[in-house]
Nanobody
Framework: VQLQASGGGLVQAGGSLRLSCAAS????????VGWYRQAPGKEREFVSA????????HYADSMKGRFTISRDNAKNTVSLQMDSLTPEDTAVYYC?????????????????WGQGTLVTVSS
């Protein structure tokens, strides 16, 4: 499975960005697709995930209410709408895929990683 992330950029605090992850290859072998992020000097942390078939979702607590994950099965893409961004959201965002359901994501359960896309939120 190959994952291609896009949509990062520079935005002011309070603004919005939409990230996209295009999946290709044996996508039917994965259960869910989602996002991790890594800020400078910090560990990579879970953001959100969505199951390919049922569309069930899971979010990290700090993203609930601000981020929305969605999928388009016809296009094999997963999107992350990020609203009310703060400078603390500045990070490289990585698309990922796992054979686990969204609620079961741990970093060591990620089976595929895409390249990161940088999100910078200015104050």
């Amino acid at each position: 499975v190959q994952l291609q992330a896009s949509g990062g950029g520079l935005v002011q605090a309070g603004g919005s960005l939409r990230l996209s992850c295009a999946a290709s290859g044996r996508t039917f072998t994965v259960y869910s697709v989602g996002w991790y992020r890594q800020a400078p000097g910090k560990e990579r942390e879970f953001v959100s995930a969505i199951s390919w078939k049922g569309g069930s979702t899971h979010y990290a607590d700090s993203m609930k209410g601000r981020f929305t994950i969605s999928r388009d099965n016809a296009k094999n893409t997963v999107s992350l709408q990020m609203d009310s961004l703060t400078p603390e959201d500045t990070a490289v965002y990585y698309c990922a895929a796992s054979n686990r359901p969204p609620t079961g994501w741990k970093i060591y359960f990620v089976d595929y990683w895409g390249q990161g896309t940088l999100v910078t939120v200015s104050s």
